[in-house]
């Protein structure tokens, strides 16, 4: 394939990703890197590297759009970010060192759990839950705007909620992805944080902790600058589209597609590793 | 009897404490988005030179060979530029990609000090210390 015809059709490609992404809810950059793998054959290193910068792009573009809401807890989100940066650094060197066929079994793993859990109902925000302390020292408790008027929540397990965003940031800074899932999972599950409030405020996180490690991947080539353009504006176009159409598309049945998809990837990605073909 | 149980404090900040937060987040959202929109303006621009000069050449990353000092090192993909390779350019929107974040981070300091929040500053001080040493540590800066 020529340079031209790679650049278009990966460009297409990130697009779509970004677009489905944004629109579900599950990320894009979750995909590109078993599809630059599996389809166009593209070395997963590069792969991962040109998908990190794709997710500070689509972070940091619907950064805006979040806050206007109101939502998102800038306090929550700083206090993690501590884990997760830390984590992302642990997780970019350690990528620098393990086999590349090792990454593409802990990649389809992960996409096997994003699948399971873009299936599983979210849990109800339980609300009026008593004050934690550790909390409310750490100023984590706030309110948001809700259909009753401002509405007022307390953060639960703050260590079981950091621990967890140290694990994502791991992930993040391993394999070049959000991990948005496993953020919302420490969110909503460990610490209880209302459902709007953790996502947007997970977003806003995503980007902090992409660069984190993409500083590393830089510094040691990974970044290809002739991959990672069509991956970053492809995804970048295509998830800031999907912003503006969220609220009117019916995602309930695009959502069961993208994660079929995200499944057969998953698949893809433990077989090709286990096999050693990545 | 009733004086005895007295409503307990309540846990929230005051009011005008959240509608500051919520001024200095729509402040760094906008930031944000200039950011990535300059940076995504550049890489474009880095395309346009890389497609022109290289558009019919295979194009090939089956082999991981890592890039070249040029493009993973601050001064090198500088240098690029300034040459007028397009890859220069397009790095160079990256690593303005990658700074749009860490700026984030670093004016969340001076929100967080003008609301005298001394524990916000010194958690974003750790942060903004993490963020500056993968990017100049990590040997980005050589």
């Known amino acids: 394939m020529t340079i031209l015809a790679f650049t278009a059709v990966v460009a297409i490609v990130s697009f779509v990703a970004g677009l489905l992404?944004?629109?579900?809810?599950?990320?894009?950059g979750v995909v590109l890197v078993p599809?630059?793998?599996?389809?166009?054959?593209?070395?997963?290193?590069?792969?991962i590297g040109a998908s990190l910068v794709s997710v500070i792009a689509t972070s940091s573009g619907a950064a805006a759009a979040y806050v206007k809401e109101g939502f998102s807890n800038i306090r929550i989100g700083m206090f993690l970010e501590i884990a997760t940066t830390v984590g992302a650094l642990l997780g970019a060197f350690l990528a620098t060192r393990i086999p590349t066929s090792a990454l593409a079994i802990i990649f389809g793993a992960m996409l096997l759990y994003s699948a399971f859990l873009s299936r599983k109902p979210r849990p109800l925000d339980q609300r009026n839950?008593?004050?934690?302390?550790?909390?409310t020292r750490l100023r984590l408790n706030g309110n948001f705007p809700d259909l009753e008027g401002q509405r007022s929540y307390n953060v639960q397990h703050v260590p079981a909620g950091f621990g967890l965003m140290f694990g994502a940031g791991a992930l993040s800074g391993l394999l070049g992805i959000g991990s948005g899932a496993v953020k919302v999972v420490a969110m909503d599950q460990a610490m209880r944080i209302p459902f709007k409030v953790s996502t947007t405020t997970s977003n806003f996180m995503i980007g902090v902790t992409a660069a984190a490690s993409a500083g590393v991947y830089l510094s040691r080539g990974y970044v290809d600058p002739g991959l990672?353009?069509?991956?970053m504006l492809g995804v970048?176009?295509?998830?800031?589209?999907?912003?503006?159409?969220?609220?009117?598309?019916?995602?309930k049945s695009l959502r069961l597609v993208f994660s079929l998809v995200i499944l057969v990837l998953g698949l893809q990605m433990l077989y090709q590793g286990f096999w050693g073909k990545i | 009897m009733p004086a005895a149980?007295?409503?307990a404090p309540h846990p929230l900040p005051p009011q005008r404490q959240r509608w500051d937060d919520h001024?200095?987040?729509?402040?760094?959202?906008?930031?944000?988005?200039?950011?990535?929109?300059?940076?995504?303006?550049?890489?474009?621009?880095?395309?346009?030179?890389?497609l022109f000069r290289h558009a019919h050449e295979p194009a090939d990353y089956r082999i991981f060979r890592g890039e070249p000092s040029e493009f993973r090192t601050i001064p090198g993909v500088i240098q690029s530029v300034i040459n007028g390779r397009g890859r220069g350019w397009i790095q160079l929107g990256l690593l303005l990609l990658i700074a749009t974040?860490?700026?984030?981070?670093a004016f969340s300091i001076v929100g967080f000090a003008m609301e005298r929040d001394r524990m916000y500053v010194a958690f974003t001080l750790i942060v903004l210390a993490i963020l500056l040493y993968s990017l100049l540590g990590s040997g980005l800066g050589m």
Request: net charge positive.
């Open chain 1, 21 to 28: 992404g944004s629109l579900t809810g599950l990320g894009g």
């Open chain 1, 35 to 47: 599809l630059l793998t599996i389809f166009f054959h593209v070395d997963i290193r590069y792969a």
């Open chain 1, 129 to 135: 839950l008593p004050p934690d302390a550790l909390a």
């Open chain 1, 228 to 231: 990672a353009m069509p991956v």
């Open chain 1, 236 to 251: 970048l176009a295509g998830s800031l589209l999907g912003s503006r159409i969220l609220v009117k598309a019916e995602t």
């Open chain 2, 5 to 7: 149980s007295a409503p």
């Open chain 2, 23 to 50: 001024r200095i987040e729509v402040i760094l959202g906008n930031l944000l988005r200039t950011g990535v929109l300059i940076s995504a303006a550049i890489v474009l621009w880095g395309a346009c030179i890389y």
């Open chain 2, 101 to 105: 974040p860490i700026a984030r981070v």
